[in-house]
């Protein structure tokens, strides 16, 4: 059985600058697995390269098996891909957003309705169906989004920083989603992340990422134990293994998707 998320050797160059710098790790079937580390760790290019959005200038990855040099259409449809970016039209209903979607990706008319009723409900936003998205709360349209992603079935869902800038009650709703997944299907989940809280609630395993690297990877518990303290956080884990305070809540990145949020909801 092949690993869902093969990763080896992998590397991007900038210019002269290495965003992500020979970088190796595999992903099992059904796993929730996190990238986690500061900004400019080279998080959202790996998640780029793993989705084809961007070429890697060096190393392998595979899904399922499958190179993605050489089946990149055909790995395309094997993710949903969740971008940090507002991917839903505010101007239509939650229901025409998904409806949408399934005419885009060509899903055979007979099962679009049953796809659209089972993502409604799956995410808890039957009610608000026919509600312009642009009456939904941020943790609303972050649920509708994994909708978008998961509508085609994928076997691999892929979100950067899929929480960012939520409240801690809409968080909490995107990790119950995010549970439910688990639990209910077989996808394999690979998320980008700042928040420790959102790597130990969520995750099987955690790769922590600096300046273009790996500094570490395993369990949480692994990952705390390899820093020989009893008593250890992921907080403390974060500045063993790069040498940062990992700061939550005030990046550049974050205020600008907060204000491109609020920009686009107002
Ligand atoms: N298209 C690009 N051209 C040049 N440099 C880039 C490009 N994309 C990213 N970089 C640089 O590569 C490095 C890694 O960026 P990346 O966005 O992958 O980091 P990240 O870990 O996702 O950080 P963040 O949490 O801020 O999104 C950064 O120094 C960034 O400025």
Redesign the pocket.
């Known amino acids: 059985m092949p690993y869902s998320i093969e990763v080896k050797d992998l590397r ?1 160059r ?2 002269d ?1 290495d ?2 710098n020979c970088i190796n790790f595999n992903i099992h079937e059904g796993e929730v697995f996190a ?1 986690l ?12 390269m793993i989705t084809t959005l ?1 070429p890697p200038t060096s190393g392998e990855i595979k899904i399922e098996g499958f190179d993605i040099k050489k089946h990149g259409t055909f790995i395309r449809r094997l993710i949903g891909y969740v971008p ?1 970016a507002l991917s839903a039209d505010s101007t239509l209903t939650g229901y025409e957003n998904l409806l949408f979607i399934t005419k885009l990706l060509r899903l055979p008319a007979r099962e679009r309705e049953e796809r659209i009723r089972y993502v409604l409900d799956i995410l808890n936003l039957k009610d608000a169906a026919n509600r312009l998205v642009r009456e939904y709360s941020g943790g609303m349209v972050r649920r509708l989004e994994i909708g978008q992603a998961i509508i085609h079935r994928p076997r691999i869902l892929v979100l ?2 899929p929480t960012v800038g939520l409240d801690p009650v809409a968080r909490h709703n995107v990790w119950d989603v995010l549970n439910i997944l688990r639990r209910e299907t077989s996808l394999t989940i690979l998320i ?1 992340t ?1 928040y420790m809280e959102e790597a130990e609630t969520i995750c099987n395993r955690v790769a922590i ?1 600096n300046r ?1 690297h790996i500094a570490a990877l395993g369990t949480p518990d692994e990952l705390k134990a390899m820093t020989g303290k009893s008593d250890a956080t992921l907080e403390d884990v974060f500045t063993f293994f790069t040498g940062n305070q990992l700061e939550t809540g005030g ?3 974050e205020i600008r998707q907060i204000r491109r949020r609020i920009q686009r909801f107002n």
Request: no cysteine.
């Open positions: 991007k900038f210019g600058y965003a992500v990238l580390g500061p900004n400019g760790a080279g998080k959202t290019t790996t998640i780029r961007l940090q950067d920083e980008t700042h990422m273009g990046s550049f990145n």
